[in-house]
């Protein structure tokens, strides 16, 4: 599977990105899939994930009621939509496709995932 993020970039403090992860090589519409981030110097952390119906998802409490995850599985893509962004929020933006084949379940652990895309820049200045 090869996965590419696209949608990163500049934003002032309060404004809205909206990130798109496009698989290719398999359809993961059994897979769930999340989406990490990294900021300079600290460890990669979950943001969000969604199961691969499309029908649940789980968020960090750090973004939870800013960013919000959906799917198409016709077109093989996850978008995370990020509105009312803050500084804290800059970092290099991963998204992954979960180990494990069905989808019904979804984590915040970095092990569950196996295939990561390249990642996509967010800054948010102040």
């Known amino acids: 599977v090869q996965l590419q993020a696209s949608g990163g970039g500049l934003v002032q403090a309060g404004g809205s990105l909206r990130l798109s992860c496009a698989a290719s090589?398999?359809?993961?519409?059994?897979?769930?899939m999340g989406w990490f981030r990294q900021a300079p110097g600290k460890e990669r952390e979950f943001v969000a994930a969604?199961?691969?119906?499309?029908?649940?998802?789980y968020y960090a409490d750090t973004v939870k009621g800013r960013f919000t995850l959906s799917r198409d599985n016709a077109k093989n893509t996850v978008d995370l939509q990020m509105n009312s962004l803050k500084p804290e929020d800059t970092a290099v933006y991963y998204c992954?496709?979960?180990?494990?084949?069905?989808?019904?379940?979804?984590?915040?652990?970095?092990?569950?995932?196996?295939?990561w895309g390249q990642g996509t820049q967010v800054t948010v200045s102040s």
């Open positions: 992954a496709v979960d180990r494990y084949y069905g989808g019904s379940s979804i984590s915040s652990s970095i092990s569950q995932y196996e295939y």
């Open positions: 969604i199961d691969g119906s499309g029908d649940t998802t």
């Open positions: 090589g398999r359809t993961v519409r059994r897979y769930s």
